[in-house]
Structure formats: structure tokens, C-alpha cells
């Protein structure tokens, strides 16, 4: 295997030379550094003590973890041994002299902090450490849901579980039956695809947890680039699972771009998208810690300050209205984005842009007001 070196945050890490990120033995992939720079400032303001990154290829969201943040005991892992071997390689590159032990799948790296590199199963080794993490990270290829149980053991019962999905085609209706099958959630197609997938997985976490009577909180929940991505705060009791999944509930949509929401655990009505999250997609709190992290934190991806001003900005409100689709379905000239909000602002309400789409707005305005922003002449 030929390496380069690249720079990510404070870490240098060794990658495998491909033609396509998707050819290497190994994976890396730079366009993720904006997800990771998200993840460590996440921990940055939860101060997690012990940290699982379950599906490490190079390893460089853990080593980010254990350089960037105050975690003290961080748990690398992945099934792959060529991962093994090049987690070992890049943890000797950032921690030179820590002392080591390595042997049977498993190397531990005794410094200032305790690194441990375990190869395995992820599913094994969160099953083995049982309640035993405040942060478990899983970034695996496609969906998480295969690592969901075990994850949700391996998790504090007060901790954090974040995750990724990249499986989008299927949360986003592409592939209606990998939906069904692996969510048990009707996907929608159309403007709010995104937004809808993003509370399909939410939703799925909220049914795992509810099981070991744990409820869920969201910290910050997006979609960006070709994944989604959460990070969800677990609450121990029957109590909080019970109001967690109360917050579950359907969407559909009119043929004119009206879309209607309620919560109710089994579908109300046929053609519903769902369940689905339909609670907040940031804890308000939670974001203003972030954004203040944010100043002291040199982030790897030129995207990720303007990404999180943007998520900064907008309204938590569920779903929203895409100028262009309204326009098209209602036979109306296509409007500014800026220039909406004005006018739903000038008539009281509230108006932003939203991550989900460059041509949307997220408002607490009713269809119609919105619709006459719409066709109102200039
Ligand atoms: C998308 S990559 C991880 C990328 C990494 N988290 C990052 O930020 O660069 C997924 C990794 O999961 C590993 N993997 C797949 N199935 C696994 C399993 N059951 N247990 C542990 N690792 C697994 C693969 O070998 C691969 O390295």
C-alpha cells in the first residue's frame, strides 16, 4: 500500500494513494473533515471522559477526538486489519513516544490519555463494554442501524450516541422497500425528502431506545453533502422513552405544496410519510455552547463556520416551503428567497433559509400568506 500524508485539524494522518476514495484499502475521505470538525466540537462542549469511534478506517476521527478534545480514554475499533495496522501506523505519527502494549487484535497506547485500538466487530465490542462510554460515534458505509442495539447498550445511560447515515437513496424514498425494511418507516419523495429523511432516522433511534426505556433529546441533527448526521442525548427512564416517542408522528403533502404534520404513534390516514421525528432538529442551549466553541476552534473544512451559521439561523420549525417547487405547482413566477422573507417579516412572521435546500424557507406563516408572498407583484 502507497500512503500519503495529509493534515486534518491538529492530526497528520496516513492515507492509502486511490484514484477514487471509494478504490482504497482504507477509508478516507476529506469531504467528511466538515462532519468531524462538527463531531469534535460536539465534544469539545460535552467533555465526554471515554469515546468510541466504532468504525475507525485511518482512524482520524479518533485521533481528532483524543487530540482536540478532553476526552481521556478513546476507543478506536474497526473489522478491518489493513484499518488496524494503519490506525497503529497513524497513532504513532500524533503520539511518538506514548507507551504501548500490542497484541490479540488490540493495541493500547498509555500516555497522557489512554488510547486503545481494538480489531473486531463493532457490534462485538460495544456488547463486551456495556454501559461504558459517554460518546459512541458511529460513521459507517450506508445505514447505522445494523449497530444501533449494541450501540445503545455500550452508551452511558445519560450519554451521547452520534451517527451518520449515507444510505440517503433509501432514506429519501429512492429505494422505498430498503426503506420499509430497514428504517420500518414509509420514506416521501419531492421537496421534502431531506428534511423527512433526517426524521425517519431520528425516529428509528427514538424506537431502538424506547426498548431499554430511553428517551432521546437532539442535540443537532443535518443534512449535508450526500449523509446525515445526529447526535442525539439519551435520558434514562420509561417516562422520558414514553414523551420521546410522543414526539413521533406523519407527513404528507398536497398536490399544491401544502404539507401537514401530526403527531400519533400509528398512521392516521393512508399515504402518510413516516414515523418520523417531529420534535426539534437543535437543542437551543446546546447550539449557543457550540457557536461559542466555535471561536476558539480552527476548523479543518473551509465549510464548516458558514455551514453552522446558516444552521445558526435557521427556524426549528418543521419541514418547509421550496420557492421553486411552489412556484411550479402553482403556476407562479419563481420569487427571490431573500425577498419572501421580507415580506413574510413584514407581515409578522417569522422566515429563514434553511440547510435542507438553497431555494427554501422555513416559516411559521400558513400556506396561504405564503402563497400570497408568492404571487404579490414587486
Ligand atoms: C465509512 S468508513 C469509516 C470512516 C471514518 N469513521 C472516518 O471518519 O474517516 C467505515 C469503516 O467501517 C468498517 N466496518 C465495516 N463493518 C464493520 C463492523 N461490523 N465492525 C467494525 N468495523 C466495520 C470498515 O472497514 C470501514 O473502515
Redesign the pocket.
Known sequence: MEFVEVNEGIAKILVPRAERIYDAP????PV?ALN?DVSVLVARVLKPKKVL??????G??GIRYALETPAGDIWL????GE?FNLILRNLRLNFGNAEREVGNGRAVLEGEKRIVINLG???RLMAEKFRYFDLVDL???GSPVEFLDTALRSVKRRGVLAATATDTGVLCGAYRNACLRKYLAEPIRGELCHEAGLRILIGTVVRYAAKYDLGVDVLLAYYRDHYFRVFLRLKSGARKADRSLSRLGYLWQEGNGRFHYKRTFLPERTGAAGPMWLGPLKDGNFFESLWNELKAFQPAHRKTRPFLELLAKELDVPFFYDTHGLARRNGLEVKKVSTIIERLNGRGYSASRTHFSPTAIKTDAPFEVVLESLKEKS
Open positions: 482504507v477509508f478516507y475521505n467528511m468531524r469511534d466504532a468504525l475507525s478506517a485511518t482520524v476521527r475499533n474497526d473489522i478491518s484499518a466487530d463493532a457490534n460513521d459507517p458505509f
